[in-house]
């Protein structure tokens, strides 16, 4: 990207933020004390200061102590607790990812595998499995009492729940996608189905493994985060959310900036699967947006 | 002349039959794989109930995951639409001006990559505990940044055949609005709604986690899933799997119906 | 054979299109500059039919988009039917088809073909019998309720000419429509279209990269060169009016299409280009 584009994409970010505190602010100025109704329903939010916090107040309590008396200023502790769940999202979806991608090229190989489990792979996509979570947790328990002291594995085991399933699908169609041309070719050549997959339909693949990953970048952060939440994980931004959310009523800003914590948290992964994305699709035309 | 290849319907019937069967037969081997788990190693029915079990859970208490699926159905939908007739609607509008997709973009990343339990919190926290409110607001603002993102980049895409042939016909730009970019950006949308109608349904029962009323299936799910009746959690789960497939289903019907050239177009 | 009437009201110019001196330079003044058509001079008769060809670059498809005012002339003067090239597209003078039919795939054969209709205005019935009317023109009545992408390519081309004609314009500006097709079709297609203005009595510009395209439809064929853009040459071609499938056996298409042919290759030896098909 152009330095001039690049420039305009941090601007326009920045400002994005900058016009939605605006118009929080602007609402919070104008808008009904007790929150009130718009075409009959109850629409608008309450604009005290307990429920929607100013902005500046939002920002000022990121930088005082965590605790009254302590030493660490909120943002210091939001960072580290974003750091933890960042570390364990990425294995979750570095893992997740490869079992996914296993998936697909077993699938690809064996067409009874592919008939049997795509269904299901398909139906993963439009069901709720996130709400196996507590289950899953469960399982794992049960399974072995020593996973159940590492709490960060359940974690991982949510997110790589979470994020195998689209990079299956997307893999698997990407694997089928060859362009049949060019499978006649390497069939020409005798060339075995391991040296097909490699040289030809992963790299025709990538186009569609990619979209995949952003996928599951952004579920193995839910996954990592609903664990958190659901176990009272100590160390990670659920935690935080679950503690400051049960505090908001004494202290409302405290919980804006876990969200912030857990924002920072979503972009950076994001960030991170952009940069693999780029990686991957380095010598192809890029697709006009 | 070549036209579309009637199969018939015989064929059809056999082909579906044997697609279906050999997904089935996984799923029955799964089941009984599971079921035969749990009594070989006598597995307590608060960790893992056996299949039976959560059938004759789901059968005793069907009305109670009727009623919990319908208060989450209705959230998802109620977002769904709104989201969409947003997202549709200020993208059309804001079609002349670059600058707000430019604006919008980096707010749909965020909203993409924070996780949607989060953002209830804050909602949660804004709204009384009282309304459904603040779950229709967070399944209509996911929605609504998937749909204006793709019927944005749906209105921006032309055939540049179909723009020389309006221009030489001396079109209004609102003529070339209605009758030519609004029907491609037809298929766009409807993208755009079969990905977002699971993910409403997603997020409806995410958001009934943490606090607010307990009637919908999420607040069922972890509930009952954190107790010791697990089978009637499981059979919530079942619940709430076909409310999300029931979304997936009727977006799927409706593009069939609203959108049929693009049955011939395999455009991404 | 029933002549399809021009629009009651429509005033008879003396030319169809007439080009003084014409010339389109692109982005003049900058290091991009291209000068696209420099001092082109072309009279086309009511009625005519006119072939456009060159290799790539020579400006064809430029001179036609000037002509249709999809883009404006750096030089030089343009009428078509009498009027400037703004005011006759404002009053839909000429109907156009191009390399892909641009079909509207929404919409079924006939309502694609009332399409420009539509625009102007017209009522549900009457814009009903007129397309019934080209569907029969193009003999594709049996398809009116039918979807584009039910339809061949050749078939889907049909429906172009019918709704570029539907408005009964006086003029035809065609940019290589039969391109996409194969060459049997391509060859019935040419037939159909010759038919076609034969009935109506439509004045056609046509670019093609076809030699034996360019010299079976039209009255003159016009050779032009690219760097810059100009017109080398035009040839007459007098096989009359009446063409059929023989036409293209007789010595009389051989020679012309020889004429054009080396008044080609003359470009090419000039100046190293490509583009024309020998076919």
Known sequence: MTQGRRARRVVMFVLAFALVALVWEGYKAIGPEEGGTLFGVRLLPRTGDRAMPHVWSMWNRLWDPEIRGGTESIFVVVMRATWYSLRVAIVAFVLGSSLGIGLAVVM???RWAERAIMPYLVVSQTVPIIVLGPLILSLMAFASRDLAAETWLAAVFLGVFLAFFPVAVGTLRGLQATPPAALE?????ASPWWKTLVKLRFPAAVSYIAPALRLAGAASVVGVVVAEISLGIRFGVGRLILSYGQEATSDPPKLYTA????????????????????????????EAS | MSLAVQRTDSTRARQLVSAAVPPLVLGLVFLAAWQLW??????????IPKPTAIWQSLVDNSDLVWKASWVTGVNAFVGLVCGAV????????????????????????????VPAVVIVGVLNNMYALDSQIGRRIMVSIAVFFIV?????KGLRQNDPTQMELMRSYAATPRQTLRKVRLPNALPFFFTAIGTAAPIAVIIALVSEYFGGTQDGLGSKISGTLNGSNKALGFAYVVGGSIVGLLFFAGSALLEYVVVPWRRRRRSR | MTQVAPEPGATAAPFAVEALGLGKVFNPGSPNQVDALVDIDLVVKPGEFVSL????????????????DLIEPTGGSLTVNGKSAHQARLDQDYGMAFQQSGLFEWRSVERNIELPLELKGWDKAKRKARSTEMLELVQLTDFATHMPWQLSGGMQQRVAIARALAAHPQLLLMDEPFGALDEMTREHMQAELLRICARTGTTVVFVTHSIPEAVYLADRVVIMSPRPGRITEIVDVTLGRDRDELTREASEFFERVTQVREALRGIELAAGARGIEDR
């Open chain 1, 108 to 110: 690809a190989r064996f």
């Open chain 1, 259 to 286: 969200v912030f914590g857990a924002a920072v948290l979503g972009l950076l992964m994001a960030a991170l699967v952009v940069a693999i994305d780029r990686v991957l699709m380095r010598h192809r035309p890029r």
């Open chain 2, 38 to 47: 749990v009594e070989v190693y006598d597995v307590k029915p608060f960790i």
């Open chain 2, 86 to 113: 947003l997202g549709f609607g200020l993208a059309v509008v804001t079609n002349r001006f670059r600058i707000v997709s430019e604006l919008i973009d980096p707010l749909a990343v965020t909203v993409a990559a």
């Open chain 1, 185 to 189: 070719l390497m069939d020409s050549l």
């Open chain 3, 53 to 68: 060809i060159g290799p790539s670059g020579c400006g064809k498809s430029t001179l036609l988009r000037l002509f249709a």
């Open chain 2, 148 to 152: 204006f993102v793709q019927v944005a």
